[in-house]
């Protein structure tokens, strides 16, 4: 892939959105990357056969720095519940490091597919409204971890940091929004982490060698990593201060709206 002028201003940008939205939704950014960087992929000329894959690890990959910046703006103001954390933490790192085997083992077309029906369901839950009934009882530590288990394996399948699914369950068992916001960014982290060196390790065995760059480590690409990671770092904090400061329907539902123009044209593309 050939790192120009042009596409070094599309990743910087795209980096500014995916921390932005970190922080202010605890969702990674994988429904805005996975489809930017596939069609910027098949417009570089990437094989078909890995493009997704590498679409997937990529994102993964950039939603470390930006989860991490997220983090901490959370921790200052008191917004993560670090016992969850803890609790969930381990499922977390076993669903999300394994499912990147399934991933491999799917073809371009099928992962495709799951990723736009997931975003579909994902854009539909935005547009419903925010009220969640909390839980009569408390999940135990089993529970959590085996929450935590499915949590990771379905965001590394569609390369997401996990607060599609994990806001609403926390909310569910009575954290109030901000603080189910700033731990389900927090837990974003160990997703990413544990996700990316599952697309590493598979990448490196299954891509062929003239499928392969030079800037390439299994199914992640460093360049997009490097240059969305830059820009994500910087604005997760300020995605952070608009959550705390604004009600976030709106923006949920624009937000939902821009994930399924993005995956259907990354559908049509692939086809």
């Known amino acids: 892939?050939?790192?120009?002028?042009?596409?070094?201003?599309?990743?910087?940008?795209?980096?500014?959105?995916?921390?932005?939205?970190?922080g202010l939704l605890g969702i990674g950014g994988g429904g805005i990357m996975v489809p930017t960087l596939t069609y910027l992929f098949l417009y570089q000329g990437i094989n078909l056969d890995i493009v997704v894959h590498l679409a997937l690890g990529t994102s993964m990959a950039s939603i470390i720095t930006g989860s991490f910046s997220s983090l901490m703006a959370h921790h200052k103001k008191n917004a993560v519940d670090w016992q969850v954390v803890k609790i969930i933490t381990p499922g977390i790192l076993i669903g999300a490091f394994l499912a990147t085997f399934l991933v491999a083992s799917l073809n371009t077309q099928i992962l495709a597919i799951f990723f736009v029906f997931f975003m579909a369901f994902s854009s539909f839950k935005m547009f419903k409204s925010n009220k969640q009934k909390p839980s009569q009882t408390i999940l135990s530590k089993l529970q959590f971890g085996l929450v935590g288990t499915m949590i990771g394996a379905i965001s590394s399948m569609v390369s997401i940091g996990g607060g599609t699914m994990s806001v609403p369950f926390l909310m569910w068992?009575?954290?109030?929004?901000?603080?189910?916001?700033?731990?389900?960014?927090?837990?974003?982290?160990?997703?990413?982490?544990?996700?990316?060196?599952?697309?590493?390790?598979?990448?490196?065995?299954?891509?062929?060698?003239?499928?392969?760059?030079?800037?390439?480590?299994?199914?992640?690409?460093?360049?997009?990593?490097?240059?969305?990671?830059?820009?994500?770092?910087?604005?997760?904090?300020?995605?952070?201060?608009?959550?705390?400061?604004?009600?976030?329907?709106?923006?949920?539902?624009?937000?939902?709206?821009l994930l399924m123009v993005l995956s259907i044209k990354m559908l049509f593309s692939i086809f």
């Open 173 to 257: 068992q009575r954290l109030p929004i901000t603080r189910a916001i700033g731990t389900s960014s927090t837990i974003g982290l160990p997703i990413a982490i544990s996700a990316t060196i599952g697309f590493i390790i598979n990448g490196w065995f299954l891509t062929k060698m003239d499928d392969v760059t030079q800037a390439q480590l299994g199914f992640v690409f460093l360049p997009a990593v490097f240059l969305i990671s830059i820009m994500s770092f910087f604005t997760a904090p300020a995605g952070v201060a608009v959550a705390h400061k604004l009600p976030t329907n709106i923006l949920k539902k624009i937000f939902a709206i």
């Open 1 to 22: 892939m050939i790192i120009n002028f042009e596409i070094i201003i599309i990743l910087l940008l795209l980096g500014s959105i995916v921390g932005f939205m970190a």
